[in-house]
């Protein structure tokens, strides 16, 4: 049993240290919108880009994103939209981490006044 259990970790290994598991980056960010625009924000692709369009007001990596203070009315094609553009438009951001990106672009858009 214990040889199977050490087999099976020692065949999934590379899956876990795999780099595919990196977190996503600008170019990931650009290709996951413009596929959602297309499918209505349905499968993987769709929830990736709807979770970076839409970023939290937290801290969680070395170098804080800008801030974004999003109305609640904008609609999420209008803020994915705004992100393909922002993409293609600076090129360096696909090198970016997605959630930098998304935020520096979305910043330019919805940026948050001293009050919020």
Known sequence: MINKLLLLFIVS???Y?????AAPDGADL???CEHSL????????GKLCQWYVMPCDCHHGRKPP??????S???IEILAQQVITGLEAKPA???EDADM??????AEHYPCSDND
């Open 101 to 106: 990106a998304a935020a520096i672009i979305l």
């Open 73 to 75: 009315s904008v609609a």
């Open 93 to 95: 951001l696909q090198s």
């Open 30 to 32: 650009l290709a996951a």
């Open 38 to 45: 297309q499918h209505d924000f349905q499968d993987v692709k």
């Open 13 to 15: 290994m590379p899956f």
């Open 17 to 21: 240290s795999s780099p595919s598991l």
């Open 66 to 71: 800008p801030r974004v203070c999003l109305p």
